[in-house]
């Protein structure tokens, strides 16, 4: 509730726009009148979303998903510290803590259950983290509660219909969200119009290419029970175990919906929604990308895209088939 009393002037109302107001710790609508209310440290702004998607039939059975199935899960000797090791050892959150600076404004669009969040929040960022599934965003507030971390907070909400003012946020990053939505092009213009000017967007999805080998690890997985979990290179890598195991089996393998995106179909987002390409991960041209994140790379041409996605499925350790795309609002 501190972050949000500190900057209750970046969110609005979701039903009708207008500011919010905070009185005796009752958020209300200046305007319309309706309240949010709060559980266990989490404040909804789920109710009313007047979202068109908010009761579609997959919009119902990922939240239901995520509601029995919280993603990442939390090992429970984890903590501050032990984040801190693996986001170090993890490659990109790293990379976005050396690359994102201390003291703004970063909203993460799907958070899970908040390790990327707890972790840049760390950096003394004020970090905005939201999801509609309230058993993930709980334990996301129950690691930062216990570790007594001030700089983030987190809120339940509807991608398609967020309770913040457009032209917000300097860093918005959504990670592994969109593919699983009803519309991925429309979850990112809803997120996009939170993008400051001359603020980046990042976006990770699920690659055309990239992906096909963890289909034929889910088709063995459903046949066979998850029995064979060697076949799944992270596993092997991390050693992972209990309720963390659980939790990646099922979201790789036994999600209900997922969507596959190719580099050329975020470029084109990403111009129709006022942005220019920045960078990617795999690079979109064949040279490997030197720098910053937020340095402007080539986005070379539809072969190169084409043979840098095909490299993902032979790589170690894709992490899922994964591809990330930075974009700068002009």
Sequence with gaps: MKLFAEHIDLFICPACKSSLRLSDDRIFCGNCDVEYGSDSGIISFLSPSNSQYADHPISNKIKAFYE?????????????ASL???ANKGGFAATLDREIPFKINVLEVGCGTGQLSNFLSIG???VFAVDMSLSALKLAEKFRTENELQR????????????FKEDSFPIVICNGVLHHTPDPLAGFQSISKLVTKGGYIIIGLYNTYGRIANDLRRLVFRTLGDRPKILDPRIRRSGMSGDKLRSWLSDQYHNPHESKHSMDEVILWFKESGFEFISSIPSASVQQQKGSLFDKQSEGNWLTRLTQQLGIMLEPDNEGGFFLMIGRKL
């Design 152 to 163: 983030v907070g987190f809120y339940q909400m509807d991608l398609f219909n967020l309770g």
């Design 68 to 80: 029995s199935n919280p993603f990442p899960d939390y090992q429970a000797t984890d903590n501050a």
């Design 124 to 126: 003394q960022r004020n």
């Design 84 to 86: 801190i090791d693996k």
